[in-house]
């Protein structure tokens, strides 16, 4: 029985009693390879039953539901993305991620300007998810208010083929097929997938290709070499744009202004490929180095007449080292890594004047932006005991941003910002038992602000330069641990202090631009708990509560004072159960309960959003056919009870169009063959 638990106590990858003894779960993301006990952060790994069984793989809230401090909107606008936020960070983006390190096998997909992009992240060959709840640029630089790490499978754990095919509400459609074994010194895996969906609003559809493949060769007994590639096809993603609350009420599903007029949507053509060397006896130590290449063409049309149509060729690539040793100093077991990260990411940018008409008519800009990022860091473990530990982190960045603009009829808009960075951190774990921990840490993060954010509300391009980075102050204490009876337990208690908080805003008359501001100081505070109970041989209960407070502590713009306001975007409560029953061969049932608590659209707090609970349920039975053949079938419902409310709320919208509204019951069911 392998119900994988979303925050990380134990792998439970063979079936156990409740009495038994349960193998303790090895942590990679904070690079510092070690046990979860003697990790002193909050930290949560979702494994691969967790993210497969039964579930569409299409969105990670589908798989990250289960980790308290994480919060994540726009599961159904595949063209402006999910929206991430951890403890608060990431919140601000109005599409795509920011405030958020993104991993996939290691390869950033956070560039150096703190954006990130997730529609490549391939669910169907995910073995595990790592993340790091709290502010971790000491181990990985700009835009780390918290990490999200996903690593694939290779081939060598789980070898064979599997061909899935699905349908559902809204004209849900999709076809994956995933295949992987070793030979000898040799494993490999390839994932293929096929989506394709009409949306439930009007000019919603989707239709996303997307390959990821690794290729393993084992040099020696302790030397190994991978090869990554992921290519993404995103030739139609419709963006129905927001609604306001009168809208909504007159019809749900409908579109926002000019969407069908202008086609507004996104396409997306991108390639990764990535190369890996690990040496495990490299002196005394281990030695970890790669490399990355990525390419991305996107194009995008905005909902209004003017310089709504854009778009970029993107160049991404750089690398890191990593060296790991163990030693004694004084007797006392030393862990530590030490290492450097080096990006460089080149946009060739364009916008054109798009008539009312709908007609492309002239350019509007024409830029060449260039970011460079270069990072050192150590950290270490030192063991004072048998049951404490004691860990500090260091870390100094160098990010450059610049600007060359190539349209100089409306004037030069070239410019560049450099940002000199140190990050630092320190913790104290205390193994009270050899299944329990307490823990204590803080840490420092900065976020520069990206590109996007640099627009100049005064006109054209180029920087804002009255726009600064945001940093943090995160502290933090933490309980987990794990009982014989089957119950594991998480609980953190954090509190983080930003200063220069980065918050969006829109101009009058200035149609769908967004630009930003520092919003003075805010504060977060806030208490995650996560719990899971194997009940018996057939039940488990898994639930994750966040209680929050989000605030701004002083914060001034365009002459209103917002102090003691709430930040907008974010419930301050959020909880999700999942009660699972596990029957023979692949025969389940999990019921999941959703609560998100009420939240704001705006820095005046004049726009409520409600709150609203939802129930998810999904099933599925298999049978093993004769040798390697397995079939299985599964289907799930979301909304069951056909509740209303938001999948996004677009953050100080213009012209109160800050609503966009999700499905009500929907529906989808799927079948597997493994051979």
Known sequence: MAAGTAHGEQTRAVETAPNEAVETMVISAPRLARELYDTPAAVSTVERESIQRGQQRVRLDESLGQVPGVFIQNRDNFAQGQRIAIRGFGARAPFGVRGVTILMDGIPYTLPDGQAQIDA??????????????????????????????????????????????????????????????????SHHVSLSALNQDGYRDHSSVEKYLLNAKLRRELSEDRALTAIVNLLDNPRSEDPGGLTREQVSQKRHQAGRFTREYDTGQSVDQQVVGLQYEDLSAGPGELYVKGFYTWRNFEQQLPYPGDSLLGYDRDFFGGSAEYRQALSLSDMPLRYVVGIDAAHQKDDRWRRNVAFSGEVTDTAADETQTATSTGVFVQGDLDLTDQWTASLGARYDRVRLKVDDDFTTNGDDSGDREFNEWSGSAGLSYRYLPDHQAYVNTGTSFETPTFSEFANPAGGGGFNASVEPQKAWNREIGLRGHFNNGLNYDVALFSVRVRDELVPYYLDGDNDRTFYQNAGDTDRDGLEV?????????????????????????????????????????????????????????????????YIGDMVADNANDVDVDSYWLINLRAGEGWQLGGDTSLNLYAGIRNLFDREHFANTRINANNTRYFEPAPGRTFYAGLEVGF
Do not use: C, M
């Open 121 to 186: 992240i391939d669910l169907d060959s995910a073995e595990s998810i790592e993340v790091i709840r709290g502010p971790s640029s000491v181990l990985y630089g700009n835009a780390a208010g918290g990490v999200i790490s996903v690593t694939t499978a290779d081939g060598r754990e789980d070898p064979g083929t599997r061909l899935r095919v699905e349908g559902g509400s809204d004209g849900y459609k999709k076809a994956s097929l995933q295949t992987g074994g070793s030979d000898g010194d040799w």
């Open 530 to 594: 996560a719990l899971g109970w194997q009940i018996d041989e057939t039940w488990r209960l898994d639930s994750a509560l966040t209680l929050a407070h989000y605030r701004f502590d002083s914060f001034e713009a365009e002459g209103e004072r917002y102090d003691s306001n709430r930040i907008p975007g974010l419930p301050e409560q959020t909880w999700v159960n999942w009660l699972t029953w596990e029957g023979t061969d692949q025969r389940f049932a999990t019921l999941e309960t959703q």
